[in-house]
């Protein structure tokens, strides 16, 4: 985990400019239609600050991580909240929140690691709470471009989810990518449901 945080840290602008802008309103609006309005979201992983952003605009209550330091002063300086930096496997809290956004994030862990964490993210979910996350569509598992990548499709995803029994698959949907000519690639959203 230490060389992503450190592809991020030393490509925290060049990554902005290519996040910071692109349209998400399409999944944003279909996680916040599960939620009652200014409730408590948990933006794991925020990069940019681009989602935390929208949720604040909208009245929500945000709590933003990122365990890269200087996506965290950005994301920080853009969203007019504090930033905390923590990684993945950090997170302890019990009931806590409503909704965990994931937005293409969780997806740098190896499965061993990334079940621990979904384990983590279901116990900080309030009963019914939901959790949106995004997986690159394909079977891969290794190291792509420099960071470190689990995929999964629908098959592979719902395999790996049944040994949570306390989260289903509410939603799953597949799009292009959204940042500019990236279109050909392809994703795997979720929505879950504690």
């Known amino acids: 985990m230490d060389q992503i945080i450190d592809y991020y840290n030393l490509n925290a602008e060049n990554f902005i400019e290519n996040t910071r802008n ?11 239609h599960l939620l009652n309005e ?3 979201i948990l933006d794991f992983g925020c990069g940019s600050g681009r989602d935390t952003k929208y949720f604040l ?8 991580t990122d365990g890269s330091a200087e996506l965290c002063r950005w994301a920080s300086d853009f969203t007019g909240i504090e930033v ?4 993945f496997g950090e997170l302890d809290e019990i009931d806590t929140y409503d909704g965990i956004w994931a937005c293409s994030s969780i997806l740098h862990l190896p499965k061993n690691e990334l079940f621990l964490v979904i384990r983590k993210m279901c116990d900080a979910l309030k009963s019914t ?5 995004s997986f690159k569509y394909s079977d891969f598992e290794g190291v792509r471009n420099g960071r ?3 995929d999964f499709t629908e098959d592979s995803f719902k395999e790996f989810i049944a040994e949570i029994p306390e989260l289903t698959i509410e939603d799953q949907w597949i799009t292009g990518d959204v940042r500019l000519g990236r279109g050909e690639e392809k994703w795997l959203n979720l929505i879950l449901r504690k």
Do not use: N, S
Not at 57 to 64: F, K, N, P, S
Not at 84 to 87: A, D, S, T, Y
Not at 129 to 133: A, E, L, R, W
């Open 22 to 32: 692109v349209d998400m309103h399409l999944a944003q609006d279909k996680f916040l």
């Open 38 to 40: 200014g409730v408590d």
């Open 57 to 64: 605009d909208r009245g929500y209550q945000v709590t933003a």
């Open 84 to 87: 905390k930096e923590m990684m």
């Open 129 to 133: 709470g939901v959790i949106y996350t």
């Open 148 to 150: 470190y990548f689990t």
